[in-house]
């Protein structure tokens, strides 16, 4: 989970009495927090700062996970660059009871349209009732361009299957459509983080899958004893992701 939250802005959604009661989503850090937790400050659109909490190592997980941080949300782009995303990802939001073959099948397509644009596609089942297809950017394009290029990427995929696919925001717009979720690539906006447990019956963790494992892959199916035994076989499908990094304005010309 580390190399996936190093350097990266945090939200903590905080469970401390248990995923069975309420929690709340923390975006800046407790003054409680001791001076060993790295803390950074990050501009604000439309003025002034905020304070994030950066984790480094497995000494600050362990802390934020024994302040009852069960999820682990993280931002696009890093403290150091914020405006300048390294990542892209399309989620996709289904109404309830859509077969898991047909999640499978749009996550898919999602893929090969980032091929054709020269992006590498990775995917990860999220804990939930989707899946999230992320490719990795090279940090070179701003948010607005890295926002522009995942609305019309995921445009183009809603396009191609309009009874399927929607990108419409609002709900009572899409019927029983699954949402195309483009929003996460806006400015301080996060998605869930690989290995993340969520705050649902259960307590599934987010798992990063090779495009081969897709067909037999669940989004809620990988229970904490479950995880566990496939990490001790398997290394992270997402080890290696910078190494794909492409140019989002390459890709939105491509597009376009």
């Excluded at 309420?22 to 975006?27: L, V």
């Excluded at 990795?136 to 019309?152: H, I, Q």
């Excluded at 290995?195 to 892959?217: F, I, K, M, N, Q």
């Amino acid at each position: 989970m580390l190399p996936h939250l190093r350097g990266r802005p945090l939200t903590l959604r905080r469970f401390p009495d248990g995923i069975g009661r309420p929690g709340w989503f923390q975006k800046h850090p407790g003054e409680h927090f001791p001076d060993s937790i790295r803390t950074e400050r990050v501009p604000r659109r439309g003025g002034g700062t905020d304070d994030y909490v950066v984790c480094e190592d497995a000494e600050t997980l362990a802390y934020l996970a024994n302040q009852g941080t069960l999820e682990f949300h993280v931002w696009l782009s890093t403290v150091d660059a914020p405006e300048r995303p390294d990542r892209l990802v399309l989620d996709l939001d289904p109404p309830e009871g859509t077969p898991v073959a047909e999640l499978r099948a749009v996550a898919r397509c999602i893929r090969d349209q980032y091929e054709r644009v020269g992006l590498t596609a990775f995917v990860q089942a999220t804990g939930g009732r989707g899946f999230h297809v992320l490719a990795p950017l090279d940090a070179k394009s701003d948010t607005e361009t890295v926002l522009e290029l995942s609305r019309a990427l995921a445009d183009r995929v809603a396009d191609a299957d309009p009874g399927r696919l929607t990108t419409a925001q609002r709900k009572d717009k899409r019927g029983d459509r699954i949402f195309l979720d483009a929003n996460r690539n806006g400015y301080a906006q996060t998605f869930v983080a690989p290995y993340s447990l969520r705050a649902r019956p259960g307590a599934a963790a987010v798992t990063p899958l090779d495009w081969r494992e897709l067909g037999g892959a669940d989004p809620a199916g990988w229970a904490p004893t479950k995880e566990k035994r496939r990490l001790a076989r398997k290394e992270d499908p997402w080890r290696n992701l910078n190494q794909h990094a492409a140019s989002a304005e390459a890709a939105l010309k491509q597009l376009t």
